[in-house]
Antibody, heavy 118, light 111 residues
Framework: EVQLVESGGGLEQPGGSLRLSCAASGFTFNTYWMRWVRQAPGKGLEWVASIKGDGNEKYYVDSVKGRFTISRDNAKNSLFLQMNSLRADDTAVYYC???????????WGQGTLVIVSS | QSALTQPASVSGSPGQSITISCTGTSSDVGGYDYVSWYQQHPGKAPKVIIYEVINRPSGVSNRFSGSKSGSTASLTISGLQAEDEADYYCGSYASSGTPYVFGAGTKVTVL
């Protein structure tokens, strides 16, 4: 079964750091682009970052550039999002998603909740 | 402000057809056939129901169909059913700025 499972969310203070993980299974992980997408409470979807299968290309939404780092460990079929200098507006459910045909996001994890608050 | 424009809500009675629009620019929807549609039920992760404007993934009902004209893509749900009540988001590859953009979402209500 193709599956993505996120972990690492929680409550963090403004200015703090969190590292999200996404464990992939059921497909050849290193051949797919992977993405992080977030959804603030009661709001819509926002693409956050993407990484190529070999890890050599990375892209970020402007609001997280310089603060968040996307990475992957293909040997462990894992995707990561290192989040530093967290702000209140980073509060959201964070989903990892697989890059599918036509640049779609064809497989999604269940999401992990990040709350940034003092 | 989302890059793609969708109506906030659309409603219809069971059995009817409804259409959700998604308007972008020549840098995203209008320039590429990389438009997808996602269905999200409350408390659940999104699920892709249309990719590359018109294609349905395996297992998605053929009551869902997509189309595009210029910089506006559309999702049509025919034979509306209670289980179709959800939020629907369009998404597109974009060649300038953020490489992937979403619409703000449309809440579909089955009356």
């Amino acid at each position: 079964e193709v599956q993505l499972v996120e972990s690492g969310g929680g409550l963090e203070q403004p200015g703090g750091s969190l590292r999200l993980s996404c464990a992939a299974s059921g497909f050849t992980f290193n051949t797919y682009w992977m993405r992080w997408v977030r959804q603030a409470p009661g709001k819509g979807l926002e693409w956050v970052a993407s990484i190529k299968g070999d890890g050599n290309e990375k892209y970020y939404v402007d609001s997280v550039k310089g603060r968040f780092t996307i990475s992957r460990d293909n040997a462990k079929n894992s995707l990561f999002l290192q989040m530093n200098s967290l702000r209140a507006d980073d509060t959201a459910v964070y989903y990892c998603a697989r890059g599918g045909p036509g640049r779609s996001l064809d497989i999604w994890g269940q999401g992990t909740l990040v709350i940034v608050s003092s | 402000q989302s890059a793609l424009t969708q109506p906030a809500s659309v409603s219809g009675s069971p059995g009817q057809s409804i259409t959700i629009s998604c308007t972008g620019t020549s840098s995203d929807v209008g320039g590429y056939d990389y438009v997808s549609w996602y269905q999200q039920h409350p408390g659940k992760a999104p699920k892709v129901i249309i990719y590359e404007v018109i294609n349905r993934p395996s297992g998605v009902s053929n009551r869902f169909s997509g189309s595009k004209s210029g910089s506006t893509a559309s999702l049509t749900i025919s034979g509306l059913q209670a289980e179709d009540e959800a939020d629907y988001y369009c998404g597109s590859y974009a060649s300038s700025g953020t490489p992937y953009v979403f619409g703000a979402g449309t809440k579909v209500t089955v009356l």
